[in-house]
């Protein structure tokens, strides 16, 4: 088993053939992800192990305290483990296989014991040796080889996540919670780096790298990976993550010590970044992550809330989304988390779906984030990736990059990059910056290759307009929504059906009550004092001016000496009332025209240009009688409509595909009716 997908195939077999029947299928990741782990933990010490064995005993025999320097100097690693144990040795004796197991784990360094702790794999052992399964499980993983001569880090952290992916994909888990594609990554962090080159390249550089969604890590190991093999090898990238998942906590953590890192393990904190700050006093130089998307945040409500209210103080300064999707929450964390521009600034690369690009009315939270963001010039570029890249959803998804120290000819500018660009080969629709897979993962069954990646990150590069790429300034984002009112006409008449609609009215139906006693006999016959009196007023008549209808309705009421209070009267008046085109306006007391709700619109005018200009233009010409309500105003500006933020690729990149000839339609629905003559001849001879 040398190659990655065989090592996953050959763990994931195990699950089946071992903890079939005993677990149920949702218990299976508690038990090959920790195994995994500590298979590759085994496989990482075997070099060394003897050398540690000797090394503390021979302490031991001394008796000498504070051994843990020594002993990782003995390993060469960040941890140890001092049991006689290991994969092997544990199957030596199957009797005490689980007593082993348990001094096996507890002669870990107590860093790694720390992060095994996470796994909660104590409870997870006793249920294995219940039930005999214990020396097969150890058995089969003693089997596949997961030395990092074999299996380099990177490709230790693709199989953590392709094991995670499959896991999550038996169990139906939420398609937001997914793996970001290493290749997607990389170009991540080329967008996040690559303008940087020349800061990175000083000698001895220090900087640091966060991601509040880590995962297992790949995104944070990738930027390092990078920075140090292709920018500058000196330089002192310094790690920093959160992550709410203990068993993917677990396992970035673990392969961090793995590669010697233990200071950027010890920078990985548990638990949620929106509820729980892990680092709530640090600003970083780069971020990026990749946040789930559609999830809701009802469990952290309450604290996210709370840190709104603190405004520019706290986290969440532009508001929350709808409680159905935290991404923009995550944006937010992590714009919080930036360097000031005299320190140096930050730059931030995030991962999101459509919905933030244009989710939400004008005003709502969402667009509020969008124009907080645009309005201080810290968006720089979206690059719209490929679809079907996801191991997990095959929806479409965005880079998002965003900086607070633009360079002065980008400033109050945004790129647009159009990496689902699509192109025609023969009769077949392909993708510009992507290639089919041999074989799908999941939903995944794109891929991005270097080359695609160095193509979207010279686009990104370049930042001028072309066949894949448009320049916006921020402003043309944004929109002025104002609210078009009509007037209101209505017509006026005493007919059977009208009146018909007055006895079905909440207000009139009051005065009967359900129960009879005097008083509310009294209320009903209050009901048919009413009708008398507007059975006098002629029903073929037709009232086109309210004022008039309203003159001859008191004028009955009073002769019938009855008083309408002004629940009553409206309840009359919008039963015996019809909306009617050729109807007189109807005034208020001030002689202004009453809109009708029910002719309501709203445009959305450019911020580019003036409100009365567009409706001048836009509005007046087909609805000569309309006019814009004056008293709905943006809560910020105060000036009329509110102002809303969006960004439509399909509207940018849209291109018109003309339909195919009918001619060819036709052939093509001809060879199909053939064939379909042809199977049905078969099957009868």
Request: hydrophobic share 40%; with cysteine; net charge negative.
């Amino acid at each position: 088993m040398s190659n990655f997908q065989d090592k996953v195939s050959f763990i994931w077999s195990v699950a089946d053939e071992v903890l079939r029947d005993d677990f149920k299928r949702g218990k299976y990741p508690d038990v090959i992800l920790p195994f995994t782990v500590l298979r590759r933990l085994d496989c990482v010490l075997q070099p060394t192990r003897d050398k540690v064995r000797e090394r503390y005993a021979a302490l031991q025999g001394k008796g000498l305290s504070n051994l843990d320097g020594q002993l990782r100097k003995a390993a060469g690693h960040s941890f140890y483990n001092t049991s006689p144990y290991d994969f092997p040795r544990l199957l030596q004796d199957g009797k005490n296989i689980g007593t082993n197991l348990r001094t096996y784990i507890n002669g870990f360094s107590e860093n790694m014991r720390e992060v095994i702790e996470k796994f909660k794999l104590r409870s997870t052992i006793d249920t294995l040796e219940e039930k005999g399964l214990l020396f097969q499980l150890i058995q089969k993983f003693s089997a596949v080889d997961l030395h990092p001569d074999t299996v380099s880090n990177h490709t230790m952290g693709t199989i953590f996540e392709e094991l995670i992916r499959k896991f999550n994909e038996q169990m139906n888990e939420n398609p937001g919670e997914h793996f970001t594609p290493r290749e997607v990554i990389r170009l991540m962090v080329r967008l996040l780096l690559d303008g940087d080159a020349a800061m990175l390249q000083q000698q001895s550089v220090i900087r640091t790298v966060y991601d509040p969604c880590a995962g297992s890590g790949g995104m944070l190991s990738t930027a390092k990976e990078y920075v140090l093999g292709t920018i500058n090898a000196t330089a002192d990238l310094r790690l920093f993550g959160q992550e709410v998942n203990d068993e993917t906590f677990a396992i970035c953590t673990s392969d961090m010590l793995i590669k010697g890192d233990d200071r950027d393990a010890e920078n990985i904190k548990p638990e949620s970044s929106l509820s729980r700050d892990g680092h709530p006093h640090a600003t970083f130089d780069y971020m990026l992550s990749n946040p789930p998307y559609g999830k809701d945040w009802k469990k952290e409500q309450k604290v996210v809330e709370d840190e709104a209210e603190r405004g520019d103080l706290g986290r969440f300064a532009a508001g929350t989304p709808r409680i159905s999707d935290g991404q923009l929450l995550f944006l937010q964390h992590m714009i919080s988390k930036r360097k000031p521009p005299e320190e140096g600034g930050s730059r931030i690369a995030i991962v999101h779906n459509g919905s933030p690009l244009f989710t939400g009315d004008a005003g709502s939270g969402e667009s509020e984030i969008r124009r907080w963001i645009l309005e201080h010039d810290w968006l720089e570029a979206i690059v719209a990736l490929p679809g079907q890249l996801f191991y997990n959803t095959g929806i479409t998804t965005y880079i998002w990059v965003l900086s607070n120290r633009k360079p002065p000819q980008r400033a109050g500018k945004v790129l647009l990059v159009n990496g689902a660009a699509t192109r025609m080969e023969g009769d077949k629709e392909v993708e510009v910056f992507a290639r089919k897979m041999r074989r799908s993962l999941g939903d995944k069954r794109n891929e991005l290759s270097d080359e695609h990646i160095a193509a979207l990150a010279a686009l990104a590069a370049a930042f001028a307009d072309g066949p894949y790429t448009k320049v916006f300034a921020t402003t043309d984002f944004g929109y002025r929504k104002i609210t078009v009112e009509r007037p209101l006409r209505l017509n006026f008449q005493v007919s059977p059906e009208r009146l018909a609609r007055l006895r079905e009215e909440k207000a009139f139906l009051a005065l009967a009550g359900k129960r009879k006693d005097a008083a509310e006999r009294a209320r009903s016959s209050e009901q048919a004092a009413i009708l008398a009196a507007l059975g006098t007023l002629a029903p073929a008549q037709v009232w086109k001016r309210r004022d008039a209808f309203e003159q001859a309705l008191d004028a009955a009421i009073k002769k019938a000496g009855l008083k309408l209070a002004a629940p009553l009267r409206k309840a009359v008046l919008s039963a015996l009332g019809e909306r009617d085109e050729t109807a007189e306006i109807c005034r208020d007391a001030r002689g202004n025209p009453e809109p009708d709700p029910e002719l309501r619109d709203f445009e959305n005018v450019p911020l580019s240009e003036g409100v009365d200009a567009y409706f001048a233009r836009e509005v007046l010409p087909h609805v000569p009688d309309a006019w814009v309500n004056q008293d709905v105003r943006d809560p910020q500006d105060g000036q009329v409509g509110k102002v809303g933020y969006e960004i439509s690729f399909t509207r940018y990149f849209y291109q018109y595909q003309p339909p195919r000839p009918l001619a060819a339609i036709d052939a093509e629905i001809k060879a199909l009716e053939d064939e379909i003559a042809a199977m049905l001849q078969e099957v009868t001879q």
